[in-house]
């Protein structure tokens, strides 16, 4: 009872906190037997979240980091969903003993279980793959050797666009599953560290093919930029073909860092990046020239979606707003690590809202009966969905007003990144199909370029 409750819970949050959670290869996860996910681990616990809201398998058991356990409120949830604490090196010295740790794990996967492993070790902030601990691919192997039953590891990539704001979007891959061959445990026999330093740079090759990676968060933004200059006006990517599109791009300039044609167009983009910086402008708002009428159309039609709402929404917002702020100011002050900023968030919010719900469901009661009582909780529940979409309504009516204000106030500098953005795109169509591979299919047709 409890686990549903708890798995429940997981997809509700994750629901909530992301606008759109998209999952590629869900077909490469066995139906049977046990399993070892594999994921990259850029947001703390917010990762085993969404691993256990997409993975279609349940219990599933964690290895964590076991500074986790500092946060005292934490443990019980931790507790009740299998967490396994593991002490990183890197920490807490060199000398740690996980031994414990390592036994729990392969009772676990040997009963019949899955567990979810994050092989960089820690949480990180980095633009890609961090090196990989060789713990994941030892417990595989170990398992294995030991006859009692066969685990596969599933590699599986975590794409965050904006991985710490409310209501983003994130990708979740499930790569081609790394099975445990005779010949792979025989070299584990005879060569104990060298079968799991070779499984270790197996996994890293899957991972790297289900992450998005760039030597260096410049590159990454350039290459954002120029996804932004290539992609037709008139296609929307979901999170699959924008994790895809800047995969594509980031592996041929990988190719090409002698190239000085694409060079050349790097420096480029990034001069016109920094304009739209230094003006407070973004691409999206010089794709075409927006009228006035267009941009208050919008505006009135985003207020009065907000009008509709707005009964629904008034007791959600006076009773949530104080909780959303009192968990923006525990993610954003009290994290160790950028990384832990979104659960932090998170678990703010999971352990004030209960404690709001039942306040007023007291009240409510003492005052007009228990069925009184649910109807508000279950009121508050739907006010809280329509006050989630006011405030995303809010932020773009807000946007697109100082959109407006900045497009009329800076006409001629405009104009000119219009000019030159409108050069930008020539350059970048024009350099894809020079160097992009042949053989690779398109991802937009001549139609949705407008040819």
């Known amino acids: 009872m409890l686990q549903r409750l708890v798995i429940a819970m997981v997809q509700v949050v994750t629901s909530t906190f992301f606008r759109r959670i998209d999952v590629v290869g869900l077909q ?67 000398d740690v003993d996980n031994q414990a740790a390592f036994s729990t794990l392969y009772e676990v996967i040997e009963s019949g279980k899955c ?32 006859g009692k039953t066969k685990v596969v590891i599933v590699p599986c990539g975590l794409n965050y666009i904006h991985r710490h704001r409310f209501r983003s979007q994130v990708l979740i891959e499930f790569g081609t599953p790394i099975e445990i061959s005779q010949s792979m445990l025989d070299r584990f026999r005879r060569d104990e560290q060298d079968a799991v330093i070779a499984l270790t740079e197996k996994l890293a090759e899957s991972l790297q093919a289900v992450t998005l990676n760039a030597p260096n968060w410049r590159t990454l933004r350039f290459v954002q930029a120029a996804r932004r200059l290539y992609k037709p006006r008139s296609v929307v990517l979901s999170p699959a073909q924008y994790v895809e599109l800047n995969r594509r791009f980031l592996d041929q300039y990988d190719e090409s860092l002698t190239n000085t044609e694409l060079q050349q167009f790097r420096d480029s983009v990034e001069d016109y990046q920094a304009r739209l910086d230094m003006l407070g402008l ?89 069925w009184w009582a649910l109807a508000a909780v279950i009121g508050l529940t739907f006010s809280f969905s329509a006050s989630v979409r006011i405030i995303e309504a809010e932020a773009g009516i807000l946007i697109s007003m100082i959109s407006v204000g900045r497009l009329a106030r800076l ?41």
């Open 28 to 94: 490469n996860v066995p139906a049977n037997g046990s399993i070892i996910f594999a994921g990259n681990h850029p947001n703390a616990l917010m990762d085993g979240w969404l691993l256990t809201a997409t993975c279609g398998k349940w219990p599933l058991h964690f290895v964590v980091n076991a500074k986790l356990w500092n946060y005292r409120l934490l443990v019980p949830l931790l507790n009740a969903t299998g967490a396994v604490p593991v002490y990183s090196r890197e920490e807490h010295g060199g």
């Open 115 to 146: 567990m979810a492993i994050f092989p960089e070790g820690v949480s990180h902030a980095e633009s890609q793959l961090v090196k990989l601990k060789t713990g994941a691919a030892r417990i595989a192997l170990t398992v294995n050797s030991r």
């Open 411 to 451: 006409g001629s500098e405009v104009e000119s990144l219009r000019i030159t953005r409108a050069e930008l795109v020539e350059s970048i169509r024009s350099l894809v199909d020079k160097y992009s591979d042949p053989d690779m299919p398109r991802m937009f047709s001549n139609e949705d370029f407008g040819g």
């Open 282 to 370: 973004k691409d999206y708002q010089l794709r075409q020239p927006i009228s006035l009428g267009h941009a208050f159309r919008k505006i009135f039609l985003r207020a009065l979606w907000m009008l509709i709402l707005l009964p629904l929404a008034i007791p959600g917002a006076l009773l949530h707003l104080p909780v959303g702020w009192i968990a923006a100011t525990v993610g954003e002050r009290f994290s160790y690590e950028m990384d832990d900023i979104a659960t932090l968030k998170v678990f703010a919010t999971i352990l004030l809202l209960p404690l709001l719900y039942l306040a007023v469901a007291v009240a409510i009661g003492v005052n007009f009966g228990f």
